[in-house]
């Protein structure tokens, strides 16, 4: 997952050059790909408590497999940045979902041996991602940059299938619906897009103290603040826990 946020970047001048659209692709690849990530990674404490690690995790895995597969057949900006959205609620979900999981299976005593393969990871990703992600663009094409996880998501996916325990979860499906903290999510997915819309735009679409801009960060506010009053007071089982 880190190597795919690194990957992409470098890859982000023969992608415009390819779309024919490079203040739209600079701007908004990255931008789609985190307001799903952020945004996401919200929900998915809570809904692995809900429906179990397990089905998370691969849910998670099949997002970043269908979002990857079909942005490297894009023919247009748009297309593009709805499926890097979907790679973002796969990304999201695998690097929380990971260190969850983690927490289940493992002692006190063996987490940090553990915590520290994942940070040797994400170095990876981080630090290969570019060069790899330059590499395929100059030599091949842009559209590996996105193709070439997708076998890693199946080989991780089959892993998590093999090894992961099943822990069961009881009750119907409908009750978990109802105590998922909807008002939460959608008050949090709000401030977060205004916001990270306002500061994509800042400098490019619009001056930094332009109206537009100030408009777009006091209504993200308004909105962390009744995020914060629905998970203080409102919400019955909070996505985040402020008490």
Known sequence: SFFDQTAVTTAIPSIASDLNAAGLITSWIGTSYLITNTNFQLLYGRFSDIFGRKQVFLFTLGCLLVGNFVSGFAQNPIMLFVFRGISGIGGGGINC???????????????????????????????????????????ASWRWVFWISCPICVAAGVLVILFVPLKPV???????????DWYGFLFSTISTILLLVAISGGGQQWKWNSPTFIV????????????????????????????
């Open 170 to 180: 009881t009750s119907r499906f409908q009750d978990k619906l109802k105590i998922i």
């Open 97 to 139: 979902l990971v260190m969850i999981t983690f927490s289940d299976l493992l002692t006190t005593r063996q987490r940090g041996k553990y915590f520290g393969f994942v940070a040797v990871s994400t170095s990876l990703g981080n630090g290969v991602g570019p060069l790899i992600g330059g590499a395929l663009s100059q030599k």
């Open 216 to 243: 777009l960060i006091v209504i993200s506010g308004i909105y962390s603040i009744l995020f914060i009053y629905c998970e203080r007071w409102r919400a019955e089982i909070p996505m985040i826990q402020l008490t």
